[in-house]
């Protein structure tokens, strides 16, 4: 196996943040283990985006990605009644 070198607190943060989101389960003292399922979110702890974002510490905002126009797609041609009814 391939060892890497990496600061140890970029290592605790990214357990923290997998901690904090219940994807792994352990604490101090005990290795982190990966959890079968995500612990569910209790509905009283949903948060807005708005609200969410703040609190990690970013600016909730949104951005225009692309602009395009374009037309509508013609549909087929259809027979009328009366256009059938002569054949």
């Known amino acids: 196996m391939r060892r ?3 600061l140890r607190g970029t290592v ?6 997998l ?6 389960g352990g604490g101090q003292g005990k290795p982190p283990v990966v959890r079968e399922t ?7 702890t949903f948060l807005s ?5 703040k609190q990690i510490g970013r ?3 949104q951005r225009t990605v692309e602009i395009a126009r374009r037309g509508a797609a013609r549909p087929p041609p259809t027979r009328s009644a009366s256009t059938r009814a002569r054949r």
């Open 19 to 24: 901690r904090h989101e219940g994807l792994i």
């Open 49 to 53: 985006f708005t609200r969410w974002a």
């Open 59 to 61: 600016e909730p905002g």
């Open 12 to 17: 605790r943060q990214a357990l923290a943040a």
């Open 4 to 6: 890497v070198r990496r």
């Open 38 to 44: 995500a612990v569910a979110q209790p509905f009283e």
